[in-house]
Structure formats: C-alpha cells, structure tokens
C-alpha cells in the first residue's frame, strides 16, 4: 500500500506489538501464544536475541509487526524463520502482505538461502493463501500439532521458500 | 542392553556431556552446533528451561543423554521435540535406542501427545534408520538447510511420531 511505513522496531513500538499480538491470541488460531502470557513476556518474544523486527505503519499508527531471525543456530543458521502479525482494524488493507514482502527481501539482503515457517495453521487460510501467492510452498503438514479453541486438535503447516 | 542405565541427568554430567556433545560437534554431520560455541554454552542448551535432561551410563560411565521438551509453547505445548547424543566409544551397542525408547515413553508418560524431530540431517542415515525403527516417520525433507562439513548443503527431515 502507498501509504504503509515500514521501519524497524524500537522499544517504544512495545505497546502497539503487544496489542496486536493480544488480538491474535485472542482469534485462537494463529498464534500457539496463550492469554496468560505477561506483557513482558510478549515484548520477549518480539525483541528476542537475534531478532530483526520490522513494523508497519498506516495512518502513523502500528498496524503490523514482523520478526525474522536464524531458525537454527550455526550449521543452520543460513535459513531465516519469521512471525507476523496484523491488527484486526487493518485486515485485508495489504500490510500482512507489505510485512512478508518485505521480509523476504530483508532475508535475501541478510543473505539467508532461505525461509521456513514451522506452524501455519491450516485452517488459517488467509495465511496459507498469502504465503502461497509470495512463492512459499508446503513442505508438511504436522498432524494435530495445534490446539485450536474452536476446532480442536488442527494441523500445521511447515512452509518453504528458497531465496 | 542389560548394563545400561537411563537416569535424570545433573549438573555434575556437564562435562561428561559437553565432551560427548564435541565429538558429534567435529563430526560436522549431526548437529548444527560449531566448535566455537563454549562449554558454557553447550551447557545451556543441554540444561536449558523446561527441559527433561536424561543421561545413559554404560561401565559406570556417561555415554549418552537426549534432553526432551516443548516443541512450542501454549497451543503447541502438547507436542515434544528432543535431542540425543551418544559417545563415539560405544556406538553399535544401543546406547542411542535405549535412549530413543526411554524418551518415547517419557513423553508418553508426561502426558505428550506426539513427538517431533525437526533437523535429522538426511546424510546421517544412521539416526534416520533409528528413528524409522522407533515409529518415527519422515513428513518432510527441508532442502538445504544444513551445512555439512563434508558434503556441502543437505538436506534435513522432519520426522514424527504420534504417541
């Protein structure tokens, strides 16, 4: 979208994150994250070592955020995992969509080889769809390996994307 | 075997598993750790948060461990993923099956409803046969996401076992 900001992350963004990150865990189906996570322990999981954390701004307000870093460390540290996450407020106006563009530029900048999502749930479709459309394919899907609050035990999706 | 013994693993195991863990380390084809990470920092991922940490005695000596914990957190806690290691003095007397065994009925004891392994290194046959032989199965091979000492980047599989 001509008018989403992207810029990196500064602490003062720790309000905004953590309440997206709230809506989502709030959804159930996104995020394995559980309401009785502190603020603290949100903002941790954001700002972790190694992270490189990117947000969106629409309207000079926080509506998205993205954290990339090593899915391994060492022998592995070639391939980047990532989370996303957009508030409701701003749904289907393209900032998920702006994040993970932006993030797999990001990566081939960093020269990572390549990206791996680990849990795209799969009745989260608007995810699927979108990681499909930006070249992501599904390696697997684990079997039960998400405890939905509406459907139960769902599987999840390990997405690839060679850069 | 008859003379091995599986207990929880202390702190007083340290170096016996942090000599055990160089070993595989310069085998460069098992794990992504590299030989500049310290002892300090093999000790904390061997004795990391909400690990279970069990060594194998053979003689009176230490000569494996896997540690198994939550794949995820929250909605993806049900799930365990874990690690082994067996000296190289005793491979071929199943240290690693006994380990491998003692593990799957942990989990199963815990409560866990699967396990799942997320980087058996696909040229490392050996574990991939130990793991099929357990029940494991092979839901994906991640194309290039190790970087093997001796053959370059290869690939790793996602192997899985519903409990």
Redesign the interface.
Known sequence: MADTLLRAATRDDAPAIVAITRELIAD?GV????A??TDEELVAYWFQPKAHVVTAELGGQVAGVYLMKP?????????ATASYAVANAVRGHGVGEALGRHSIAEARRLGF??M?F??VVETNTAAVKLWQKLGFRI??????????DVHG?VG?H?M?L?L
Chains 1, 2 share one sequence.
Do not use: S
């Open positions: 159930g995020y394995p994250h559980t009785e996570m899915q391994w460390m060492g022998r592995g540290a070639h391939v080889r390549a791996q680990n849990l390696l697997a899907t684990l079997p039960g390996v998400f405890r939905h035990y999840a390990v690839f060679e």
